[in-house]
Nanobody, 123 residues
Framework: QVQLVESGGGLVQAGGSLRLSCAAS????????MGWFRQAPGKEREFVAA????????LYADSVKGRFTIPRDNAKNTVYLQMNSLKPEDTAVYYC????????????????WGQGTQVTVSS
């Protein structure tokens, strides 16, 4: 079992930055690919970014490419989502998720989910 706890959400003006953190329990954090997803009101949950369990590869949604990064620190069992140049359309609840030795953008392939953290970008 892995428990994920997100933090770092909040209200920011357009053009600003936020860094989300996702702390994972357990000793085998390095076995999990980690992903960030988001869900805006009335919309389906969508993929944002993912990093492979080895930390060597990353994937980004086209909508965030060049603005967001997803570093991870296996020593701290933590993955981050650094969000720069935020736009009002980035407003959503952001979730981190863990996939056991899988490399995927599909929410259904992720085994564990955090509770989510709200990000609101004002215009």
């Amino acid at each position: 079992q892995v428990q994920l706890v997100e933090s770092g959400g909040g209200l920011v003006q357009a053009g600003g930055s936020l860094r989300l953190s996702c702390a994972a329990s357990g000793r085998t954090f390095s076995r999990y690919s980690m992903g960030w997803f988001r869900q805006a009101p009335g919309k389906e949950r969508e993929f944002v970014a993912a990093i492979r369990w080895s930390g060597g590869s990353t994937l980004y949604a086209d909508s965030v490419k060049g603005r967001f990064t997803i570093p991870r620190d296996n020593a701290k069992n933590t993955v981050y989502l650094q969000m720069n140049s935020l736009k009002p359309e980035d407003t959503a609840v952001y979730y981190c998720a863990a996939a056991t030795l899988k490399w995927t953008m599909l929410p259904a392939e992720y085994d564990y989910w955090g509770q989510g953290t709200q990000v609101t970008v004002s215009s």
